[in-house]
């Protein structure tokens, strides 16, 4: 009886992990728009933008495109992991390249 007890909370662990994956990949996706949204509100603000005051509008972009680049090779990275892969949504891209984004450049 302890070993079907063992077996069944290993089985849920393992569906846990699987729904973990696939949100995740989800959640990497959706932080990869917010940050091309900022940079496209940031292309549009004037350079002498109060909001520029402590960094220069070039500045705060490469920051943000620097972002976008990490976040990208996180999800690639995970989408290559033969275990996270299987649990990633079919819509999903495989690979993310930042300067797909409309605002990267």
Not at 71 to 88: D, F, G, L
Request: charged share 30%; hydrophobic share 35%; proline share 3%.
């Amino acid at each position: 009886m302890k070993f079907i007890i063992i077996l069944l909370l290993i089985s849920l662990a393992s569906c846990a992990k699987a729904v973990d994956d696939y949100e995740e990949f989800y959640r990497l996706e959706s932080t990869c728009k917010k940050i091309n949204e900022d940079l496209c509100s940031l292309r549009q603000l004037p350079e002498d933008d109060k909001s520029f005051a402590q960094f220069s509008k070039a500045q705060i972009i490469q920051g943000k495109k620097e972002l976008l680049n990490r976040w990208c090779n996180e999800y690639n990275a995970k989408s290559q992991m033969i275990t996270r892969s299987v649990w990633k949504a079919k819509k999903l891209p495989y690979e993310l390249n930042p300067k797909s984004y409309n605002c990267y450049e």
